[in-house]
């Protein structure tokens, strides 16, 4: 039979899953954290570590040498001291849905896991803003705003699940990112426990602040390498008293791209144009069952949202346009519930991709918008080139795209195919001015193109940072760079 | 095959369980999860298990064992799952691989699982008698007599809130309330078959009497044999396939699917196992392509009246009714709106929806027999969404969310009526 070793792709030997399952994490570490945060959240079992050794990545898998749930920022600062003496790594996560491995335990690590830590601290109504537990899921967050009449607008597509912790970890975008941006955007504020159990502070409600460096932003997409995030303070915004929710469909994947050009060109900023291929569409629907047409060859999801007059004016406009591109059919969401069941569904879709493949591997290479329509032939060319089954779809809106392999992880002589032609896809965003991740982050899947893409100078100054924050090497190793 | 050398987790297809790709979406629907928030207590978690004994990474161990049985296999998270993974398949198989590796062993569970599972479901004759003796127990007052004597304080505390909750048995079973062959009234347009099933039959079988009443009222004639055997979802919920198989064949051959328009069952749970006759037989040639066909033939109350239309009803005095999804109607079959039209087809009813309607209440088969604590978390969480709507009527159409709200509302006190929705209409008439 086969097993995980042999088809880990672009994952280097030091992070394999050690097979014997062996307890190497010392026993007095074990009894310590018992007594820092209680021996009920400090988990051992073999049958708690299988359940803990992987996050949404394909393919991954690597045993921890125990999980700590924590309670408290206190608690964390006291397993980091511990951590910190005895050079103990730790791979903090939240809800384990990251895309990059970024959470994938290192071998015999101690998982912080902070889900228990899910608390709404106060909801600003006067200085629009929220503080949160890290815990706390993305989803809580935008009902808690919605709630108050306010917006928090980064949805990554496992926001019913995903944590605020990990959404700034990874700074998540979403479907709303053209318009809205992504987390970073909406970070006032953070509390950071760092390697050395110290507890830090950085920014405040204020919407200008310069004293100082932003270490702030600095945190933010840190993946877990440069401290422990255990509050987030955020920024919200009015809730739009308007929007138009539109569903075209296209004969040619590039009619669909030139549409999404024109739309831009027009001066338009909807909140949202993503788009879904063939496959993907079929997927969905069979999950969703949300009426989307099933005889087309691409599918724009298209939203805007503001001023009721402008809100009319965009939609009619892009509608036009998609007609003028020879759209086969316009169709306008007849209520927020028909609007917000679309956008549901356009979030399932690399969840459904899986219906037709026991592996599904996505990537989000991401160029400059004027690239798009390129960049999308030669994603299916390299599919043909290799003979793979590829669904593609993302956020067209903002040059993000997530083509995804379907495949087979017990295929090795495929898996190692679809390595190539990731390596083909990465190299071809960076030639056009693009980047090899938008928003799920280096973690372990693209560490190795990391160097090239981001030039000496950058990795120079990323590994002194690292170094300068983390001195002994016990935050999330093995992640990013080495 | 010797059936204790076997591992029904690495015979599965593999497929199967490399169908999850681990994306975490089911952890925010999972009871178990949400209470806990550890992963080996979510849908996620337990596949990661299971996968692990198919690919020789774990062997079946006690902790294993527990974990399969702490699973409420209410089902939600198939509905949220968007790659499609068949848990239910999974869980059954996973139970079946813990009860054949022994981990579970002990001399109280084998004694309770071999008169429960193997002896008492495996025929109704022998659940009748027992219900009759229960009935005769109850009727001639000897219950209530033993729960004032106080001779019940000696009883361990378990065991005592396994008494109180003993359900009171009807005056009769099905066959006493209902014709072998009730006519349509007026033209008949279908012939149907009518599954009293086991518990249903002791304890709610004036809710069989009121669903062949209303399948006659709708044009059908309801064929309903006073001798009818389990459905088998106990024994396949419990790690005894082989069992369910046995009854599955008994089921097809006292209903050839061939004869009927539809072949009724207006229990939730059992639907959802009843609908699922040919995977469990696709082994056996004999069966499999009339197993096939039954799961066709087989409908919900709620979705066969929903697809012949209701004839609708004539006076209702008003009410006010809030609705409680039974896992394996809502998850396990996906009838939502059914029930609620049937409910809304009623004059002068006002139903207000539930808030977690289809969030599970903790009866889940026997869970509640043998997880006691986190049934109960669910139900007080429950009756909490129950008395926020400020209703006095909850229908459901499971027999076990109905003698788990009937119960939770004797602890509380609680003046509610539980009822299934299939009563209401009937009443209606």
Redo the contacts between chains.
Sequence with gaps: ?N??QGHAPSLDPALRLS?A?SMALAASIVSELRRLIGPGNV?T????L???????T?ALQQMPGCVA?AATTEQVASVLKLAQETRTAIVTRG???GLSGGSLPSPDCVVLCL??MAKLIELDRANLTLLAEAGI?T?EVADAAAAAGLFYPPDPG?M???TLGGNVAENSGGLRGLKYGVTRNYVLGLEVVLADGEVLWTGNKCVKDVAGYSLRDLFVGSEGTLGVITKVLLRLIPKPPAKSTLVATFARMDQAAQTVSDIIAARIIPCTLEFLDRTTIR??E???RVGLPLDCEALLLMETDGHPAAVAEEASRMAELARMNSATRVLVAKDDAEANNLASARR?????L??VA???ILEDATVPRSELAGMIRFIAAVAAKYRLRIGTFGHMGDGNLHPTFLTNE?DAGEMRRVEEAFKEIFDEAIRLGGTITGEHGIGVSKKSFLPKFAGSAQVRVMRELRRALDPKGILNPGKMFD | MNETSQSHLKDLD??VV??C?????C??VCPTYEAT????H?P??RI??MR?IA????EP?L??GR?MYFCLGCQACMTA????VNYAQLFECARAEAEASGVLRSPVRNLVRAFAIRWLFMDLNRLQLLGGILRLWQELGLQALLRRSGLLKLLPARLRELEAMTPDIQPHFSAGLIAPVTPARGPRNYRVAMLTGCAQDLIFSDINRDTVEVLARNGCEVVTPPEQHCCGSLQAHNGELELARQLARKQIDQFAPDQFDAIISNAGGCGSHLKHYETLLADDPLYRDRAALWDKKLKDIHEWLALIGIRPPGHAPPQVVTYHESCHLAHGQKIVMEPRRLLAAIPNLKLVELPESSWCCGSAGIYNLIQPEMAGQLLERKLNHIQSTGAAIVATANPGCLLQLINGAKQRGLTLRVVHPVTLLAEAY
């Design positions: 039979m097993n995980h097979h399952g988990l079992e073999k049958e708690d299988i359940a803990y050794s992987f996050d949404a394909a749930l809800s384990g849905t889900v228990k899921t989803a496992s019913k699940s995903s997927c969905v069979d999950f969703a399932s879709a690399f969840s459904a899986a219906r026991p592996t599904t017990r | 593999f497929s490399q169908q790709m681990h994306c975490g979406l952890l925010p928030k550890i992963e080996r979510s996620r978690g990661s298990l692990a690919e020789d990474r774990l161990s902790a294993f974990e799952c968007p790659a499609g």
